[in-house]
Every structure is written in C-alpha cells, then in structure tokens.
C-alpha cells in the first residue's frame, strides 16, 4: 500500500508569497493531522480532521495559516503571505482513532525555506 | 510548556549495546504513549507503543517500560545495531483524544 504522500517535497520561496502543500492520506483513514518540525518547538500539531471535517486548529499559529480537506484523498495546508520564521518541515499523517495497533502514519514531509 | 520531555538530546552506544532512551511527562491525563523513529529526509515511522494499563511491552529488540507514578518512560533497545542511528520522539495522548504531543526528540548513535 502507498504510504501518505506529501509535496513538493521541497519549497523555496519568497517572503510574502502564497505557499501551498498538499497531502494525499491512506486510503481508508478517517483522521489526518498536520504537523510542524522546527528546531525549537519540536513536532507541533497544527491542526487535525476526521471525516474531512476539522476537529481541533488551535495549533495553528496565525490566521496565515489555513488548511482544508475537501474529500478523504487530498488536503492541503495554505500560508498566505509566508513569513521567514515559517520556515519549517510539514509534515502530514494519517490514521484511525489512537490507542491499540493503530498509530498514526507520516509522510515524508515538505521542506519549507521562506526567503 | 512542554508535557512530554525528553531531555538528552543525543546518546552515542556501541553496536551490541543497550540503547536506553528516556521520557517524562507531565500530564498525568495521558493514558496512551508511543515511539516513533525518524532517520533524515524522511518522516517519523511508528516503532512501538504502550497503554498506561501496563508497565512493559516487548517487540522484539524494542522494550518500553512506562512508571505512572514517575511520569516516566524509556524505550530500551537491546542490542544496539547501526541501523537503528535515528532520531526517537516520544509521544503520549489523553484518553478519547486523537492528539498526539511529541518530544522534542533524541538522537542515537549506534557505533560499529
């Protein structure tokens, strides 16, 4: 089976350009999650759906960020206008609910460097 | 604040060695707590996971030992290969949740 796919699987952009990743989860999980890897937070969750809904975006860091899954295949993760300290690795991963032999899988991530 | 700590950031071992690697949390709501090891440009693959039911889960080379009354846990890896040079997050969750709050992570080393 594919695992989560991610891309680009880099981005290099200007400050104050749109930036926009995407994430296509395994077939059959009903959860997928974003997340941020930077050097001083860790691994953050950003925001998080079930059944294509959004259940929790409190990690979200600003109103810059936005992320939508308009069906169980695709989602996307938006930064609008981009900032340097966004530079990050996004990561997606997806899932059935946490607990027993379940856990949640990761794409490979985007690299994310905002010039 | 920062509810699941692994506070070394590195740890260098000898193949053939025990690879001890250590998390505390503070959150005494979590009830789930897993492994997950990630080598570079890829990202975080699940290894192992433990129920706060339990003190132990074994799998193989991989041994998670949880103490509840400690806030603590630590994934031991016996013995030690070079393959296993990674970066190890630790990670818990709260009953009913779906979130996961990671470790800033540790990396191993596992010399030949």
């Known amino acids: 089976d594919a695992g989560v796919i991610q891309s680009p699987r880099h981005e290099v952009t200007e400050m104050g350009q749109e930036v926009t990743l995407r994430c296509k989860p395994i077939?059959?999980?009903?959860?997928l999650f974003w997340y941020r890897q930077t050097m001083m937070r860790g691994l953050e969750l950003l925001i998080y759906?079930?059944?294509?809904?959004?259940?929790?975006d409190s990690g979200m860091p600003e109103d810059r960020f936005s992320a939508k899954m308009p069906n169980a295949s695709f989602s996307t993760l938006k930064i609008q206008p981009s900032e340097p300290r966004d530079s990050a690795v996004y990561f997606c991963?997806?899932?059935?609910?946490?607990?027993?032999?379940?856990?949640?899988?990761f794409g490979d991530g985007t690299r994310l460097s905002i010039l | 604040d920062q509810q699941v700590k692994q506070n070394s950031p590195s740890l260098s071992v000898q193949e053939g060695r025990i690879s001890i690697l250590n998390c505390d949390y503070t959150n005494s709501m979590f009830d789930y707590f897993l492994w997950y090891k990630k080598y570079p440009a890829e990202g975080p693959t699940f290894l192992i996971s433990?129920?706060?039911?339990?003190d132990k889960n074994e799998d193989g080379r991989f041994t998670v030992f949880l103490n509840k009354s400690a806030k603590h846990l630590s994934l031991h890896i016996v013995p030690s290969q070079p393959g296993d040079s990674a970066v190890y997050f630790c990670a818990a969750s709260r009953h009913g949740s779906e979130k996961l709050v990671f470790g800033k992570g540790m990396k191993l080393t596992v010399n030949p």
């Open positions: 759906f079930n059944n294509n809904v959004p259940i929790d």
């Open positions: 077939s059959g999980h009903d959860y």
């Open positions: 991963a997806s899932g059935h609910r946490v607990g027993g032999n379940q856990p949640q899988h």
């Open positions: 433990i129920s706060s039911i339990k």
